[in-house]
């Protein structure tokens, strides 16, 4: 059974503070362009996901969308989905919108561990996006040709993106922990005509070199044409002239800074190819465009987490997460972003809160598993860190526990705006999230998001507020994926979403509505257990686990096992601690107390290691492949693929 929550929640904005947001602002717009009353949050989304093209014109006047034209036409084929066509008419560029601040603020301010510091103001961003453009233009680089990044979070890596944006290119990027068939597997399939590289990048105090992998990697891209190295790790890298590779430095060097033209290009027009995480064949390349991504974050950013001009955001993220991608969106809402690149644990565990205090963060986004892991060390910023700027904490990647909840406001700050929020690289963006004018309740993500019609579907497809079920959305959004690389006829696409429900977006979540309006993630849909056929979600045995002192992390597979399914857990334990009888029965009592008897393990084992993607997601369905004897599919999506060997045959799980 679920737990209860508290009967008051955990914060709540005062009338003043709910006002002056942004979204309070956006309520009274609509109000008196549309003569229809929105007196709460609820009536608000209502109205945008019945009167979708009047919401999603109002968000664009709103957020003042940059665009040679908007067009007449709001939304053709609405019914469709696929198919749908948000703002056919329009012309925009990705990059205008991004670009819009000027003078000495920062735009840019940026951390890599604690060895290096660099800000960057908005005039110096603008110079060094214009100095690439001429550059990349030179090479060629045009409307459609795909330019890919295998960077750490640097300020390159935003800059090169934006000089992409800015010629109408496409940008594609992985983080450099990736394997060189894991980038192959990527790259390899949108066939990148420049690729920029980073010499190497810093994590938990060692210095890692990237130029090994890279000639590996442009080794097997036939279609590059210009290998550009940003020194990171040292001043100056060795070049390898058979890579066709130059410095970033001498690559800009002819180009004298100078206004940027934009080239504007459809509202669908191809801007962003990012990747499914591949545990279960070769990744799936999806595209995103222009003018969807655009909207779909200046919305979450301004009306979901009150983004405003001047505010300083930060997301604790690599290159290989859509969070990157979300966090230089900010730059749209004329916001500084923070970027951090390295180990967070390193070398205290205070390093992001450090970072956040320097540098004025108005905004901390970070993974629920973060969290988790801090809160476990005993680290209490509120007692050691000036957080007296911060308004909001976004949390992500995974259900952010009740007890995740409990530290937030325990530890870091207790006058702050907890958003859990939760989407994917699917939508690059979020179905239900932040709202800074309702309450915060303990475990609950706060709603659905503003034009996104989200429903849970129980086992028949049908509607349910009570129970818990699929994942959907059932009316199209601007930031649905434009179509996948290489999938002419759209069938990989349709398969990936609409398979099971026609003209209905099955994410793949299994949630359930809360009695506030708000839900509560209990896992992936594709790892939920069936045990004597009731569906369980596999985080409501985490958040109960995660609770003991003893452990650090568990995983939950379900095993076939005589007919039916059995659950399995595997728990990492702290150092020194042993999975003995003892630990056993705790763990099963605080399992049975705090979830239910269903939720009970039939078997509990000790490991040492949990395997994950690279962008830090716990892989149910790869370890349930080895468990049955199955082969991984694509062991190179994995940040750790050694760790699978620890599920292999083992006696306890042999029948």
Excluded at 155 to 170: D, F, N, Y
Excluded at 274 to 301: D, F, N, R, W
Aim: with cysteine; glycine share 10%.
């Amino acid at each position: 059974m679920a737990e209860t929550p508290p009967p008051t929640p955990m914060w709540q904005p005062n009338e003043l503070q709910a006002a002056t947001t942004n979204l309070g602002r956006f309520m009274t717009e609509v109000t008196h362009r549309w003569a229809v009353e929105v007196p709460d949050y609820d009536a608000l989304h209502q109205w945008s996901v019945n009167r979708r093209e009047d919401f999603w014109t109002t968000v664009w006047d709103f957020c003042a969308v940059r665009a040679a034209t908007r067009g007449k036409l709001i939304l053709r084929h609405g019914d469709a989905m696929p198919g749908a066509e948000w703002f056919p008419e329009a012309r925009l560029n990705f990059a205008e919108n991004l670009l819009r601040g000027e003078g000495a603020a920062a735009a840019i301010i940026f951390q890599g561990e604690d060895r290096v510091k660099r800000t960057l103001s908005h005039d110096d961003l603008r110079e060094a996006v214009s100095r690439l453009q001429r550059a990349l233009r030179e090479k060629g680089v045009g409307v459609g040709d795909r330019v890919a990044g295998f960077l750490p979070n640097l300020p390159e890596t935003v800059i090169a993106m934006l000089a992409a944006a800015s010629l109408g290119a496409v940008w594609s990027s992985c983080s450099p922990d990736f394997g060189v068939q894991g980038v192959l597997d990527r790259f390899g399939q949108i066939e990148p005509k420049v690729l920029f590289v980073a010499d190497g990048y810093f994590y938990g105090g060692k210095e890692f070199d990237c130029l090994e992998k890279v000639k590996g990697i442009t080794a097997e891209l036939p279609s590059l044409e210009q290998l550009v190295v940003v020194p990171y790790m040292r001043a100056a890298p060795p070049l390898d002239s058979r890579d066709k590779a130059v410095t970033w430095s001498d690559f800009v060097a002819p180009h004298a800074a100078g206004e940027i033209e934009y080239t504007r290009l459809p509202f669908n027009a191809p801007l962003y190819i990012m990747y499914s995480s591949g545990t279960t064949g070769a990744p799936k390349c999806i595209v995103h465009g222009a003018g969807g991504t655009l909207l779909q974050h200046m919305k979450e950013h301004q009306l979901q987490a009150d983004v405003r001009p001047g505010d300083r955001v930060f997301f604790f993220t690599t290159c290989g997460w859509m969070m990157w991608n979300w966090l230089v969106s900010a730059l749209a809402s004329r916001a500084a972003i923070l970027l951090f690149d390295g180990l967070p644990a390193h070398p205290d565990g205070n390093i992001l809160f450090d970072f956040a205090q320097e540098a004025g963060a108005t905004h901390f986004g970070t993974s629920a598993k973060w969290l988790d892991s801090v809160a476990k060390t005993g680290i209490a910023p509120k007692q050691t860190h000036d957080l007296s700027k911060l308004r909001a904490l976004l949390s992500t990647g995974s259900p952010l526990s009740p007890q995740g909840f409990d530290y937030v406001y325990d530890k870091i700050k207790d006058d702050i705006h907890l958003a859990s929020i939760c989407g994917g690289t699917d939508i690059v963006s979020c179905f239900m999230g932040g709202v800074p004018i309702l309450p915060v309740w303990r475990g609950e993500i706060q709603a659905p998001g503003l034009g996104m019609k989200v429903e849970v579907f129980d086992d028949l497809g049908q509607a349910t507020t009570s129970a818990q079920g699929e994942l959907v959305c059932t009316a199209a959004f601007p930031s649905m994926p434009i179509r996948f690389w290489n999938d002419d006829d759209g069938s990989r696409y349709h398969a990936a979403y609409f398979d099971v429900y026609p003209n209905v977006w099955r994410h793949g979540d299994w949630v359930s509505f809360t009695e506030h309006g708000g839900m509560v993630v209990h896992g992936r849909s594709d790892a939920t257990l069936n045990p004597g056929g009731v569906r369980i979600g596999t985080a409501e045995i985490y958040r109960q686990v995660e609770q003991l002192e003893e452990v650090l992390e568990g995983l939950v597979i379900g095993q076939q096992w005589d007919g039916d399914t059995r659950i399995i857990l595997f728990v990492i334990l702290r150092d020194g601690v042993t999975l003995d009888d003892v630990l056993i029965k705790r763990i099963r009592d605080k399992i049975r107390t705090g979830a239910s008897p269903r939720h009970l393990p039939a078997v509990i084992l000790q490991v040492t290691d949990i395997p994950r993607t690279v962008s830090g997601k716990i892989t149910e369905i790869a370890v349930g492949d080895v468990v049955h004897g199955r082969e991984v599919k694509n062991r190179e999506a994995l940040a750790n693929p050694e760790a699978l060997d620890l599920y292999k045959d083992l006696p306890e799980l042999a029948d």
